[in-house]
C-alpha cells in the first residue's frame, strides 16, 4: 500500500504543491472509531497499486495527530469528520465526505 502517513504539518504545503500536478486525496481515520475502520477498509481493498499514479494517497491518524487535522480543516474549510476524505486539486479541497458517504468510485470519479 503506497498511502504516505501525515505526521508533520509541513506535509501540508507539500500536498498542495503535489495537488497542482496531479490530485491528493486525504483518508482522515479515528482509530477508535468502528465505522472509520471499516470505511478504510473498503477504500484500501479497492485501491489498485496504478490509483497512486493518478492521486496522491495520504492516511491520517487523527487520534495521534489532531493538530494536523485540525489545521486540514481549516487551511481547506470544510468542516471536520471522521472517517474523512477530502479530495484536493490546485491546492484547494474540491470535494469532501464522511462515514457511510466514503466510495471509492466516487472518489476515483471526482479526482479525474
Known amino acids: ?13 507539500q500536498l498542495i504543491e503535489e495537488s497542482k500536478t496531479r490530485p491528493v486525496v486525504v483518508f ?4 477508535r472509531c468502528s465505522i472509520s475502520s471499516m ?20 492516511y491520517l491518524d487523527l487520534i495521534a495527530y489532531r493538530g494536523i487535522s485540525d489545521a486540514i480543516a ?4 470544510v468542516p471536520h469528520a471522521s472517517p474523512q476524505v477530502i479530495l484536493i486539486k490546485n491546492g484547494e479541497a474540491v470535494y ?17
Open 1 to 13: 500500500m503506497s498511502w504516505k502517513k501525515l505526521e508533520e504539518l509541513s506535509q501540508i504545503d
Open 28 to 31: 482522515k481515520h479515528s482509530t
Open 39 to 58: 470505511a478504510w477498509s473498503r477504500i484500501t481493498r479497492s485501491w489498485k497499486e496504478e490509483d497512486s499514479q493518478k492521486v496522491a494517497p495520504y
Open 74 to 77: 481549516s487551511r481547506f474549510d
Open 96 to 112: 469532501d465526505t464522511s462515514h457511510m458517504g466514503i466510495s471509492y468510485q466516487e472518489l476515483m470519479d471526482r479526482s479525474n
